[in-house]
């Protein structure tokens, strides 16, 4: 995954939350294994809300997908394919 783009940090206390990428969407990682690598990574596609992860802090920071301003046009962006859990019926 394309790691360019603007982190986003806590309103209250500063600390960085998360990452903003270029196309919009936002990436979290979270811990790390011996290799240096996240030990949780997720895209995330929408508006979300997340607490601090500062015990002493722990406000709610609301992040929003499509900035707040008014006239502005909406860049295309990259779609991730929608993934659909099969679902069965138990007809008895």
Same mark, same amino acid.
């Given at each position: ?7 986003? @940090? +806590?309103? #209250? +206390? ?13 990436? @979290? #990682?979270?811990? #790390? ?18 607490? =601090?992860?500062?015990?002493? =802090? ?7 997908? @499509? ?13 991730? #394919?929608?993934? *659909?859990?099969? *679902? *069965? *019926?138990?007809?008895?």
């Amino acid at each position: 995954m394309n790691e360019t783009g603007s982190f986003v @940090f +806590c309103e #209250k +206390c500063g600390r960085k939350l998360l990452q903003r990428m270029e196309n919009g969407m936002w990436l @979290f #990682k979270f811990g #790390k294994k011996s290799d240096n690598s996240p030990l949780v990574q997720m895209a995330i596609y929408g508006s979300l809300q997340m607490s =601090c992860f500062r015990r002493e =802090c722990g406000h709610i920071n609301v992040l929003n997908f @499509f900035p707040n301003v008014p006239n502005a046009p909406i860049a295309p962006i990259d779609v991730p #394919k929608q993934v *659909t859990a099969k *679902t *069965t *019926t138990n007809n008895t």
